[in-house]
């Protein structure tokens, strides 16, 4: 069994931060491409920002240059810092994982946090 765990989020005021956290546990062999979604009332699921095994990054428009994502693999666990925080980045907060399991290192899964919930109000 794998299970991802996210923490860290809460209420803050515009223009203020917070780090999310994302740790992986279980039976876990390698873990691949990770990412952070959100998804607010009423909208679809989108994808915040995506950190590959190389440390590549990717980032949605609406987020660059406030937010910064990244991984610690010894530790299974995943980071996003969000600085400069909006009002519209209010959402839950989801981790997801391409994941290899030990005595199935041919399959990747895919795994999802339950969300941490972020609101930015004043």
């Known amino acids: 069994q794998v299970q991802l765990a996210e923490s860290g989020g809460g209420l803050v005021q515009p223009g203020g931060s917070l780090r999310l956290s994302c740790a992986a546990s279980?039976?876990?062999?390698?873990?691949?491409?990770m990412g952070w979604y959100r998804q607010a009332p009423g909208k679809q699921r989108e994808l915040v920002a995506g950190?590959?095994?190389?440390?590549?990054?990717n980032y949605a428009d609406s987020v660059k240059g406030r937010f910064t994502i990244s991984r610690d693999d010894a530790k299974n666990t995943m980071y996003l810092q969000m600085n400069s925080l909006k009002p519209e980045d209010t959402a839950v907060y989801l981790c997801?994982?391409?994941?290899?399991?030990?005595?199935?290192?041919?399959?990747?899964?895919?795994?999802w946090g339950q969300g941490t919930q972020v609101t930015v109000s004043s």
């Open positions: 997801n994982a391409d994941i290899r399991r030990w005595g199935a290192t041919h399959v990747v899964e895919s795994h």
């Open positions: 279980g039976s876990i062999f390698s873990i691949n491409v």
């Open positions: 950190i590959t095994s190389s440390n590549r990054k």
